[in-house]
């Protein structure tokens, strides 16, 4: 157990696990307190959202948080936001420091958010989240799995990916380790998670909006058993995505992705 990070997060590093988020389970049910960080070197079997595949390889950031909470569940998912808003914060912090003006971060000039849960870098994922809750032992708590591109961009299947992938290094010229990615991942977390607790969703939502990429503009809505398009409006009050369909009503997508169209 190492004590790098700022109360009362603590972090457990491991050169090799199935997966961070099962490993994180594992000592929730044996009764770890909340803010508990598994981070491993690699994983054998990471997964992402919808029980995609997560390529682990060495020099990337794979890790899991546990946070208890007292809330009503049905609001956890809320902190896919908050955590996504914290991986965006932490890595512009990061280039910046490394000394990479605001202007060269991306066409943009940002890192920016795209629903639901992944952070894009010039335009490309450079991080996915995961975000898991549990019954039993963990009732209460919820785990929430980063994985975060930091030194190799991975090898996607280009006939089923419909998004470029990128990596920390590839945009930004700087090697950043895991390690050092950490605490200024877990200072923005504790940033966001304390707003979200002491005043609500909006707030979040709010700073979502500001660093969303593809707001009011076209968009593809890919479901389980549809697609469809529209215009991305942005965040309905639970955390939904807002399209405006071609007949100019209203849609609100509750779980899915959304890939901007040219």
Partial sequence: MHNELIDPYRVVYLDEIDSTNDEVRRHAELGADSGLWIVAGSQTHGRGRRGRTWQSAKGNFFGSLYIKLNSEPKVWSQLSFVAALAVRDALEELALSE?????????????????????????????????????????????LGFGINLAHTPELATDNTPYEVTSFLDESGFLVLPNQLLP???????????????????????????????????????????????????????????????????????????????
């Avoid at 849960?117 to 919820?142: A, F, M, P, Q, R």
């Avoid at 923005?188 to 998670?193: A, C, P, R, V």
């Fill in 99 to 143: 000394g990479v003006g605001k202007g060269e971060l991306s066409s943009q000039g940002e890192v920016l958010l795209k629903w639901p849960n992944d952070v894009l870098y010039n335009g490309k994922k450079v991080s996915g989240l995961l975000l898991e809750s549990g019954t039993g032992t963990i009732i209460g708590g919820v785990i």
């Fill in 184 to 262: 200024e991942l877990t200072k923005s977390f504790d940033h966001y998670f304390r707003i979200w607790q002491n005043h609500g969703f909006k707030k979040i939502r709010n700073a979502w909006m500001a660093k969303a990429s593809g707001i009011n503009k076209r968009a593809k809505v890919q479901l389980p058993n549809e697609t469809f398009e529209g215009i991305f409006l942005g965040l309905s009050d639970d955390g939904g995505a807002r399209i405006e369909l071609d007949d100019g009503s209203e849609r609100i997508v509750l779980a899915g992705d959304i890939f901007p169209l040219a």
